[in-house]
């Protein structure tokens, strides 16, 4: 795997792909089917390609599930992540041995379905707001274990990552607001423990005022229709950075955008993102 530099801060490669592995071979550790039909000796060559248009994510970790099981594998990547490509292109030729390739065929498949279904959704809400000067940010909607590979492909698409976990900003809901007594009170509370990016979910334009009187720094717009946003954003004039968010689609992102906030949050991305068809084929070689 020392072929592949693919590297990501706060992912692991070579731990990623051996447990995932390690699950698909399970306590045997062995490929059967592979093992009893195809000769150790068999060499295949491979073509994967994508049989819609997509936006390309995760091509070099499904480098790295080959490379684990051949490291003399023969691998070339024809286009990079973040590619936009239209059905019927190839994505990644590769030559080397059979059981290999067929052993690690659905680990890799599996993972560039997936990133590149969420980096396709991106760019498709991205595009929907173009020139708006809005941003559009992602959530913690994430499968547990893949968030930094899912926020790595929602950046692949043209996103920007919200917080990473509860650990990078407060974020202060309606459950928070709601034990603590009041907007303000819990926003005090947070800064008080020496917090510094405080975001604040307001879904009441009376909520704004006494919440940046006690420093949040940032607000979250939940559930506002485009009317409503309009006048929060003119309560909060430029004071803090304001993030639309819940019940967005593609259908209504541009007129939210349109209304002046900052930021617009879509847990779809990671939450619920189709897979993208991509497949691979494999032919023999003498």
Same mark, same amino acid.
């Given at each position: 795997?020392?072929?592949?530099?693919?590297?990501?801060?706060?992912?692991?490669? $070579?731990?990623?792909?051996?447990?995932?592995?390690? $699950?698909?071979?399970?306590?045997?550790?062995?490929?059967?089917? /592979?093992?009893?039909?195809?000769?150790?000796?068999?060499?295949?060559?491979?073509?994967?390609?994508?049989?819609?248009?997509?936006?390309?994510?995760? &091509?070099?970790?499904?480098?790295?599930?080959?490379?684990?099981?051949?490291?003399?594998?023969e691998?070339?990547?024809?286009?990079?992540?973040?590619?936009?490509?239209?059905?019927?292109?190839?994505?990644?030729? &590769?030559?080397?041995?059979?059981?290999?390739?067929?052993?690690a $065929?659905?680990?890799? &498949?599996?993972?560039?379905?997936?990133? /590149?279904?969420?980096?396709?959704?991106?760019?498709?809400?991205?595009?929907?707001?173009?020139g708006?000067?809005?941003i559009?940010?992602?959530?913690?909607?994430?499968?547990? *274990?893949?968030?930094?590979?899912?926020?790595y492909?929602?950046?692949?698409?043209?996103?920007?990552?919200?917080r990473?976990? &509860?650990?990078?900003?407060?974020?202060?809901?309606?459950?928070?607001?709601?034990?603590?007594?009041?907007?303000? $009170?819990?926003?005090?509370?947070?800064?008080?423990?020496?917090?510094?990016?405080?975001?604040?979910?307001?879904?009441?334009?009376?909520?704004?005022?006494?919440?940046?009187?006690?420093?949040?720094?940032?607000?979250?717009?939940?559930?506002?229709?485009?009317?409503?946003?309009?006048?929060a954003?003119?309560?909060?004039?430029?004071?803090?950075?304001?993030?639309?968010?819940?019940?967005?689609?593609?259908?209504?992102?541009?007129?939210?955008?349109?209304?002046?906030?900052?930021?617009?949050?879509?847990?779809?991305?990671?939450?619920?993102?189709p897979?993208?068809?991509? *497949?691979?084929?494999?032919?023999?070689?003498?």
């Open positions: 795997m020392s072929n592949t530099p693919f590297k990501l801060a706060g992912f692991d490669i $070579e731990t990623f792909v051996r447990d995932t592995l390690a $699950e698909d071979l399970g306590p045997t550790g062995r490929d059967v089917t /592979s093992e009893s039909v195809i000769p150790a000796d068999a060499r295949f060559s491979g073509t994967m390609d994508s049989r819609d248009a997509i936006v390309v994510a995760g &091509l070099p970790i499904a480098e790295a599930f080959f490379r684990f099981l051949d490291p003399d594998i691998l070339e990547l024809l286009v990079q992540d973040g590619d936009f490509v239209t059905p019927g292109t190839d994505l990644m030729r &590769l030559k080397g041995k059979a059981r290999a390739l067929l052993t $065929e659905r680990s890799a &498949l599996n993972t560039v379905q997936h990133l /590149s279904g969420i980096a396709t959704m991106t760019r498709a809400y991205v595009d929907a707001i173009k708006t000067g809005c559009l940010l992602d959530t913690r909607k994430t499968i547990p *274990g893949l968030r930094v590979l899912e926020k492909a929602t950046r692949t698409g043209g996103g920007t990552n919200h990473m976990g &509860l650990w990078d900003a407060a974020m202060i809901k309606d459950n928070h607001v709601a034990v603590a007594g009041g907007v303000a $009170e819990a926003v005090r509370r947070a800064k008080s423990a020496g917090i510094a990016e405080v975001i604040l979910e307001v879904d009441h334009l009376d909520q704004i005022e006494p919440g940046l009187a006690a420093g949040a720094t940032h607000l979250l717009l939940d559930n506002m229709d485009p009317d409503m946003l309009r006048s954003v003119a309560l909060v004039a430029g004071r803090v950075p304001t993030e639309a968010s819940g019940g967005v689609t593609l259908d209504t992102i541009r007129a939210k955008a349109e209304t002046g906030v900052t930021y617009i949050s879509v847990g779809r991305l990671t939450q619920s993102a897979a993208a068809d991509v *497949g691979l084929d494999f032919t023999p070689l003498d």
